[in-house]
């Protein structure tokens, strides 16, 4: 049995949708910074993994409205676990994302984007044909840190929230 410190155990129940949201949104900063700062243009596993986050901001701002009505108290415990299901479901869609990149399986046939911006001057070449635009592909790791690519650190990170979803449940849960 795993002892959770009391400090954790009063409080991340209640700071958990909190911190769901602040989670999301960091790593929705950080894909679009890579973006646009860094000029690493999504994938279409890439933008699948950012609707996860989308969703789970989304789910997070809708917990934290509803716990300020009389009966979202009583939902708090089953909304967290549904926001750690999200994070899960996050984590199995980047290890696929890595998974396709390590050559371990194939991503998908429909793996493709639009690489950078596209002026209007750019348009008609896209049209007649004459501009040849490699959209990013899926199974091409664009950046890696200590051997993982984004996708390997979302596994991480995704797991990390669906862990902390999953113990905010379970002390909830304990405390009613």
Known sequence: MVTVPTGLRDRLPGAW????LAA???????AHAFERIGGYAPCLLCLRQREVYWVAGSLALGTLILLRTPR?????????LALGGV????AGLAAYHAGAEWKWWPGPGACAGVSGSVSSLDMSGI????LK????ACDEAAWRLLGLSMAGWNVLVSLGLAAAGLLAWRLDRNTR
């Open 133 to 136: 635009v490699r959209p990013p």
């Open 127 to 130: 049209l007649d044909g004459s």
């Open 17 to 20: 949708p909190v911190l769901a």
């Open 72 to 80: 979202g108290h009583g939902l708090r415990p089953w909304l967290g």
């Open 24 to 30: 999301s949104a960091a790593m929705l900063a950080a």
């Open 87 to 90: 994070f899960l479901f996050g």
